[in-house]
């Protein structure tokens, strides 16, 4: 399937002056967020627009968590930075992250945060 976004678009919401991925990264990032997108939101009901929306987003998310540390504090000599914000893991580690499950109205990616592995042994 041709993705929904591209690499103008995912540029154009990740606030950094130092990305310095190619478009053929980007697009690699892109394809990934793609395949997750169409396959928890296909015959979702929601919009072309919307999907398309959440996929720029998740794979800003995606850029962020891997390429982009985001920092929880930054410091030299006696100047510091603290940023705002609650950030959790998964997609609730990032402010794009965080975009996602607020455009997806449907809830599916909020629902991955839920998922929980478990073993249960069986005797025999």
Do not use: C
Request: aromatic share 4%; glycine share 8%; proline share 2%.
């Amino acid at each position: 399937m041709a993705t929904r976004t591209n690499p103008t678009d995912v540029k154009q919401i990740i606030e950094s002056e130092s990305l310095t991925l190619t478009d053929s990264e980007i697009q690699a990032y892109i394809s990934d967020a793609n395949v997750l997108v169409t396959d928890l939101l296909t015959n979702s009901g929601l919009s072309s627009a919307l999907m398309k929306s959440i996929e720029k987003w998740l794979t800003a998310h995606m850029i962020v968590s891997t390429r982009m540390r985001m920092a929880a504090k930054e410091g030299a000599g006696g100047a510091s930075i603290t940023y705002t914000g609650i950030y959790g893991e998964g997609l609730k580690s990032t402010p794009y992250g965080q975009h996602v499950i607020a455009l997806d109205t449907t809830g599916a990616f909020a629902s991955l945060m839920l998922k929980r592995a478990s073993i249960t042994a069986v005797e025999t």
